[in-house]
């Protein structure tokens, strides 16, 4: 279990991380969800004992990570956002560097790289050097690394950034894996699909806070049932604003110059009307979109940004 | 403990597959040294090439420039005879160390004892062979002056004698030889012998070694170099992200370092050890020497990484490092007695080559090679190279938190 409170993190004076608190459970998948630079990572390395917080507690399986590092980190798998290898090693060769750096011996050790090297697929290429691999093969030997030990709590930073589809489905299924074997899973992304894919309880981090947390179902709740209606186009800002408080539940999530975003019930059926008084400020509507109640929706409601910007 | 030696054999296996990174840090300091060896130590000697233009033609000329094909001066001094013109076209590219021109009427001036000028042009981009063309020169006209003083009568009948057309008749010829056995016993008391006399007297021992002299230091410089080179890794840990996952494991940063170290130094004592092996082989290092000088080797090579590491974490950049460590290990190598020996030095520079941490060490490592190192210092100097690595690798390990972050 992971049990962080109150988290702050500065550098420098400037605040990366604050007030950050949220409990993820063994046999399940924990997601941080934020756009780059929300905290996600600065979170994850406090977590890890890489990052001394600047306030706040982190204990992992009950252990203090700072009053007990060793016992805290002993219990943790680490799978950083970069691949982390020796490319000058084999596989076999860097799992079992890591394996001994967890304190696996002799035949244990072995037996957990051979397995661990099934389990990512590279059991044929064990003896072959990292820096021969494909990027998703790297990928899936990082993953490997951090599960070697056999870690109660595990720690995933971005692992499918810059992935290719199949590597991310065989990535994604592991972390399932290692969740349906009781382990406490973190797991820090910017994708939102991923996130509603693969994690039953979420927050979602921006500007180092917590602005949302919960099941899926609590943040999808949260939304309503409300769409989320996307205009793009030429725009005044104010009139489509003052014009778009005469329909009868629509809530402008953002506006700007080129683009509005509207949170409507049944969009579908009321999409003609909303066009008409969009139109009727004047405004020239390129493309339109509608998309169905989402952490992605959520997070632009609750920011009034998109993840990725 | 165990981590410890599963660092130092993650990062041997690291060091054995970047085998040509190896054979480069080695290879360097042998082909420099080789080099060294070969300009200044070898078996030929360097030749002064002396064009000489004779417009005189006379037998004074023929002495003049013969004297430099006399005695050790005929393996150092090369004569050619050239055409004025051609002799300065030549000077001009370079293609000699002196250019002696004889002017015309020099040799009748030389016997009449009236004033005589010869011109000598020297090449400006070598320094020591015109250098002893110039003195040669001189020292054989000082000779020709005093000889035309001791013989001045037999000479000037010789002048007078050749003067004409035809050969001096037999009583000419015989007073001349009188005149000259007369000049020569009124001169015996002060000339025969010598009232100077010079003598050489050769140092008991070994022959110099050119290669043995500068063997040590050799080795010095190539540890100097893998130091340097293997220090890099730090960075190439924190840029792959190796170092932030050792971070994150249960163990001791110190351990990780410790481990970093260990492969080093075996490598570097592996180095040694054949450096040492090849002394031996080529210039008869005593075997005796061998363990204690390998072992100094061994603690310099790891004193040196450990320095080496510590400008490595402190760099902003892993560009930046590269060119701090580049930056010292030149100038170090040039001083530290490697590259010139302390001997050929300016004292002041070699005071300072001394004092630097690659020369302290090839002091030491030249009295443990000859046999006579000795033992207070020598204890002192361990412990120094040792508790110099440690402190560093105490401060470098509680740095590498804050920095791999």
Redesign the interface.
């Known amino acids: 279990m992971i049990e962080v409170e109150t988290l702050r993190k500065e550098y420098d004076g400037l605040v990366a991380v604050d007030d950050v608190s949220f409990v993820a459970r063994p046999g399940g998948i924990f997601g941080l969800l934020g756009p780059n630079g929300a905290g996600k990572s600065t979170t994850i390395?406090c977590i890890?004992?890489?990052?001394s917080p600047t306030g706040g507690r982190v204990r992992v399986q009950g252990h203090d990570v700072a009053r007990e590092?060793?016992?805290a980190?002993?219990r943790?798998g680490?799978v950083?956002q970069?691949?982390?290898?020796?490319?000058?090693?084999a596989a076999e060769?860097n799992l079992r560097?890591?394996g001994?750096?967890?304190?696996l011996?002799s035949g244990r050790l072995a037996e957990r790289v051979r397995t661990v090297l099934e389990t990512v697929g590279l059991l044929d290429r064990a003896e072959d050097?990292v820096e021969t691999f494909s990027g998703g093969m790297k990928r899936r030997l990082n993953f490997g690394?951090g599960i070697v030990h056999e870690p109660e709590v595990l720690l995933l930073d971005e692992p499918t950034v810059g992935v290719d589809p199949q590597s991310r489905v065989r990535l994604l299924d592991l972390v399932r894996e290692q969740a349906a074997a009781g382990v406490c899973v973190l797991y820090t992304t910017h994708y939102m699909e991923e996130a509603e894919a693969l994690c039953d309880r979420l927050a979602i981090l921006d500007h180092g806070r917590i602005i949302a947390s919960g099941t899926l179902e609590e943040l999808r709740g949260s939304m309503g049932e409300r769409d989320l209606v996307r205009l793009a186009g030429t725009l005044d800002p104010a009139a489509v604003r003052e014009a778009v408080r005469s329909l009868a539940g629509v809530e402008v999530v953002a506006v700007g110059e080129d683009q509005v975003a509207l949170a409507v019930p049944e969009a579908s059926r009321r999409l003609p009307e909303i066009l008409n008084t969009v139109a009727g400020t004047g405004a020239a509507v390129r493309e339109t979109t509608v998309t169905r109640p989402s952490l992605e929706s959520l997070f632009i409601r609750l920011t009034g940004k998109e993840l990725r910007e | 403990m165990r981590f410890l030696l599963s660092a130092a054999r993650k990062d041997l296996l690291r060091i054995k597959n970047d085998w040509p990174a190896l054979l480069l840090w080695i290879g360097i300091p042998l082909m420099v040294g080789g080099l060294i060896v070969l300009v200044f130590g070898g078996d030929a000697a360097p030749q002064a090439k002396l064009l000489v233009a004779d417009n005189d033609g006379t037998l004074i000329g023929r002495l003049l420039t013969g004297g430099f094909q006399q005695g050790p001066l005929a393996d150092l001094v090369v004569v050619e005879p050239v055409e004025p013109a051609e002799g300065r076209r030549r000077m001009e590219d370079g293609d000699a160390s002196g250019l002696l021109i004889i002017p015309e009427g020099f040799g009748g001036a030389v016997l009449d004892g009236e004033p005589a000028a010869l011109e000598l042009v020297t090449n400006p981009s070598q320094t020591v062979l015109p250098e002893i063309l110039e003195e040669t020169l001189d020292i054989e006209l000082e000779a020709a002056e005093v000889i035309r003083r001791i013989f001045d009568d037999p000479i000037d009948r010789i002048a007078s004698g050749v003067v004409g057309d035809g050969l001096p008749a037999d009583t000419a010829v015989s007073t001349i030889a009188t005149a000259f056995n007369r000049s020569g016993e009124q001169a015996s008391p002060w000339l025969l012998p010598p009232a100077i006399e010079l003598e050489t007297v050769a140092g008991e021992g070994e022959e110099f070694d050119f290669g043995r002299a500068f063997f040590p230091g050799m080795l010095i410089l190539a540890i100097l170099f893998m130091a340097s080179g293997l220090s890099i890794d730090v960075w190439s840990e924190r840029r792959q992200g190796t170092l932030e996952r050792a971070l994150v494991a249960p163990r001791s940063p110190g351990l990780w370092l410790a481990g970093k170290w260990l492969a080093g130094s075996a490598a570097l004592a592996a180095v040694s050890a054949i450096g040492l092996a090849a002394g031996r082989w080529l210039f008869g290092i005593q075997a005796e020497n061998m363990p204690l000088a390998f072992l100094w080797l061994a603690l310099v090579g790891l004193a040196l990484l450990a320095l080496f590491t510590v400008v490595q974490v402190l760099a902003r950049s892993e560009r930046a490092a590269n060119v701090m460590v580049n930056a010292m290990t030149l100038p170090l190598a040039m001083l530290g007695g490697s590259f010139f020996p302390f001997e050929a030095m300016p004292e002041w520079m070699a005071s300072l080559g001394r004092l630097t941490p690659n020369g302290w060490a090839l002091l030491r490592l030249r009295a443990v090679m000859d046999g006579a190192p000795e033992p207070g210092i020598l204890a002192v100097s361990f412990a120094t190279a040792a508790g110099l690595a440690l402190a560093i690798g105490w401060l470098v390990s509680r740095r590498l938190r804050a920095w791999a972050a």
Not at chain 1, 48 to 51: A, D, F, R, V
Not at chain 1, 82 to 89: K, M, P, S
Not at chain 1, 100 to 103: N, R, S, T
Request: contains cysteine; charged residues 30%.
């Open positions: 390395g890890s004992g890489l990052l590092p060793r016992a980190k002993a943790m680490v950083p970069e691949v982390a290898l020796y490319e000058d090693l060769e560097f890591w001994e750096a967890y304190g011996r050097r690394c």
